[in-house]
């Protein structure tokens, strides 16, 4: 068995550096992040292309939002419906646009308007989170 021999690194073994061994654990999720670094949360910015629209009517197609958000701006992808298990709309879509800019314009402009009877309600979609590590 030539894998057990010194030297030769075994199947699951720990890597031999494994840096800054002070006895002292520390979780690299921890508030201080991995070895002592402040974490600063992102700031939000205005980069908030997406937008959340719901109480659609369950008849209303990815190519019907793609006629009424298209007239404010250039659409990054289909829109993406929601639908349950069952195939049936669960009445909710997330419009992608190319810039924040268009995703408010839509927003301001489509929010509460009736489509086939129905009042779109209409958010932007909040981006995900993430944590900037700063070493000091």
């Not at 800019?101 to 009877?117: C, P, S, V």
Request: charged share 25%; hydrophobic share 35%.
């Amino acid at each position: 068995m030539s894998s057990f021999r010194r030297g030769v690194r075994k199947p699951y073994a720990r890597p031999e550096n494994r840096g800054d061994v002070s006895g002292r654990w520390v979780h690299d999720k921890a508030p201080t992040g991995p070895r002592g670094a402040a974490v600063v949360p992102a700031p939000i910015a205005s980069t908030n292309t997406k937008l959340l629209v719901s109480n659609l009517h369950y008849e209303i197609t990815p190519k019907d939002l793609t006629a009424i958000f298209g007239q404010i701006g250039t659409l990054v992808r289909e829109p993406l419906i929601r639908y349950d298990r069952s195939g049936r709309s669960s009445g909710t879509a997330i419009i992608s646009f190319e810039t924040a800019t268009e995703a408010t314009r839509a927003k301001k402009q489509f929010d509460g308007i009736l489509a086939r009877g129905n009042v779109l309600l209409i958010q932007l979609s909040a981006p995900p989170t993430r944590d900037v590590v700063c070493h000091n």
